[in-house]
Nanobody
Framework: QVQLVESGGGLVQAGGSLRLSCAASGRTFRLYDMNWFRQAPGKEREFVAGIRWSDYSPSYASSVKGRFTISRDNAKNTVYLQMNSLKPEDTAVYYC?????????WGQGTQVTVSS
């Protein structure tokens, strides 16, 4: 079982930055692929960024590539999402996700609001 707690969301002006954190419980955090998803009002949840457990290789949605950076610190059981050059369309609830072959865990989400 893995429990995830996101933090770092808030209100920021367009062009600004935020850093989201996701703290995970459990001793096997290092074995999970970690992802960030987001869900805007009236829209489906969408993939934002992911980082593999095996080689730390990142992947990004095209809409955030070059602006967002995902990283992880296995010693702290934490995954981060550095968000730069934020746009109003980045406004959403951001969710942390831990994924293995047969396990899938979600955090409660943190609100990010970007004003124009």
């Amino acid at each position: 079982q893995v429990q995830l707690v996101e933090s770092g969301g808030g209100l920021v002006q367009a062009g600004g930055s935020l850093r989201l954190s996701c703290a995970a419980s459990g001793r096997t955090f290092r074995l999970y692929d970690m992802n960030w998803f987001r869900q805007a009002p009236g829209k489906e949840r969408e993939f934002v960024a992911g980082i593999r457990w095996s080689d730390y290789s990142p992947s990004y949605a095209s809409s955030v590539k070059g602006r967002f950076t995902i990283s992880r610190d296995n010693a702290k059981n934490t995954v981060y999402l550095q968000m730069n050059s934020l746009k109003p369309e980045d406004t959403a609830v951001y969710y942390c996700n831990a994924r293995q072959i047969s396990n899938d865990y979600w955090g409660q989400g943190t609100q990010v609001t970007v004003s124009s």
